[in-house]
């Protein structure tokens, strides 16, 4: 038992299942989404006013609400929670090892596609998460838009990942190579051990101190850490690895979850006569949705895949972390001194799919989409594994 | 362990993050001989997953099962 749950990944496919209901009874509990990108711009705006910028007027900031600090915030909880939920299970599994990239050229690739992906994923109002996994149960029309428009950018990523001078020579020496001496003595678990109790005794004291909202964002953020820790949620992979390798796998289980998600979504909106959470789609949707697709593959993870690698030791991360928020501050910035708001947002329009084709029809259309975008994979699959064979057997 | 042969070529991918373990693995067992055997060092998690996985659906076979070194994995490969 202990060895499958703290030595193992976990099953995408029951991961995202899972993350697909908690978030569905996130929403039912608080009205409000499983999201991350929302605040890292806050905390743009946080780190500007440490510096004396006043962004009070800046139009971003009053859409997303800066009040209060992110320990203020169920939305900032949320994101801590991921952060402390990954470590937890990182030092419960004895796998946190500093881990430098040997090609130097990775930390440029990843803070300039860190800070692409930040911009264009609040752009667009919401990365994979809002705009994507959480957004489509939503029947937010925007994230069909994001997925289509993340898909196109993907795919040139993967192009510009394949390029000698982007991916760098590997380190392939002739003969048996030495792997590196595994230490002997394994304290990583009491470590996570210790964190695990102590944030759980946080949780119990904002909960018993009347901060319901506060304690259901660090305890859903928590889960949803330690889910995309063990099930190595990716939502980068979904994509590019499609492109690149006709690997499927993540693809299919994030679409698998997004379904269940959407069920269950549904019918909690229907029981308790709730208003889904509805996005502007516009042609910011579309070109954020590229932009971002292009970031996170150049950066190698996208807002949520580079919390829990951060987590692991993988220091490319921070450099993509910074990144993210530098891109989603300067996004909240162009908004209005800009003309972004202008030019790309203002011709939209918020489209709920149980708004405009009635409940049924949101449910089936959104049923019929994903299984549309399961096919797709599934062919991509097979055509990419039949043109290697082919190409093997020329060879 | 014994019977098997000593590595050809060994790829260290020490550091680096997906996608490039996969890229790197199956870039490298395209340009060996057939038959010859790489050995594969890495650390980075997804790498545990899909480097395995993605080499054998692309038709190679493994000379053992992975070995787990601490907080890295061992892949033994034929090209």
Redesign the interface.
Known sequence: MFQSVFQR?WNPYVVLIVAGLLSALYFGLTSTVWAVTGEFTRLGGEILQVFGVDVSGWEYYQMVKLDGSTWTRPDGWIVWGMFVGALMMVLLS????V?????RR?YVQGFVGGIIAGFGARLALGCNLAAFFTGVPQFSFHSWIFIVATGIGTFFGAKL??MRWW?GK????????K?????TRVIQPYVGGAIALVYLGFVVYLFSTGQKLLGLGALFGLAFGVLIERG?I?F??AF??LF????S?MTKAIIIGMTASSVITFVVISVYDMTPITQIAALSTLVGGVLFGLGIVMA??CETGMMY?LM?G?V??LPVFAGNVIGATVLAYGWDNLGIYDVLVQGGDKINLIATLGPAGAILSTLVMLGVLYALTVYREKSY?RN??LK?GVA | MEAMKEADFTLDLRGESCPYPVIYTLEALEGMNKGELLQVITDCPGSFRNVPEEAIAHGYTFAQDPVKNGQEYLFYIYA
């Not at chain 1, 690149?244 to 690997?247: A, D, Q, T, Y």
């Open positions: 990944h004895n796998s946190f090892k881990r430098l990239p040997q090609q990775r990942t394949k991916k590997p380190s392939l020496a002739r003969g048996a190579g792997p590196s001496v595994a230490k190595q990716c980068t992979s590019r690895d690149l390798v006709g690997r796998l190698s993870g690698r692991e993988q490319l991360f594994h290697f064979e093997r």
